[in-house]
């Protein structure tokens, strides 16, 4: 799949915007700076396709690439705290939680998790309306290059325990570090395997 011609569509920023439900689509989710938009570019091998920056709050529209003809890869603007005002914050969150509860299309959503700080209350606020719309997500964990190798077992019996509660996610999680390439394949391959 990923050797195919990957390219930005569009940014969205209403529900209105959305392109047509017509293909399979996977989206991005997760807090401000956990690292969406890079992990988008290491998974199409494209280091300036969606915009990262170490500012929280970088993505503020909901961005469609494609990804040879067949399938969406949605980046989804981060959720908790963003460096940018209020009343902005506040309608993209709108935005992103129409999305989330009402894109037909909307296959897996992969939420990403930061793997030094685990599952964040609006971390299990987002698991929540997941559940609710009957969303199947999976959980990414993020710049594993930044843990030592014996404070990962701490975090990880952490987010174990938190999806717990959470019938709508999918049990396998992915450690990924898009610095150093860990997990990229493996993701790559999980993308490539859904129907
Ligand atoms: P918003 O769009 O603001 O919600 O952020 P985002 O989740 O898209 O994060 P982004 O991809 O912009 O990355 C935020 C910062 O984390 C950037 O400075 C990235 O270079 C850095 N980063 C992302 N992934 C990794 C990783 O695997 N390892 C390391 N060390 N840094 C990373
Ligand atoms: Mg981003």
Redesign the pocket.
Known sequence: LFAGTTDFLKGVVAMSGMPPADRLEVC?A??????????I??LTGRKAL???????????EINFFTVADSHYLV????YGY?NAPLPVVEKWQRLLKSYLSGRPSLRRAFV?IDSRHGVKKVDSEIMALLDKSAVTFQVVM?????VKEKDRAKVMEQVKAALAKHPAAYPEIVL?????GEGIATLRAIIAGLE
């Open positions: 991005f997760g807090r401000s700076n956990v690292g969406k938009s890079t992990l570019n290491a969606a915009r990262a920056s170490n500012t929280p709050g970088r993505t503020q980046d989804l603007p981060g963003a990403l993020t710049k594993t290059d930044k990924t570090s898009s610095e150093k």
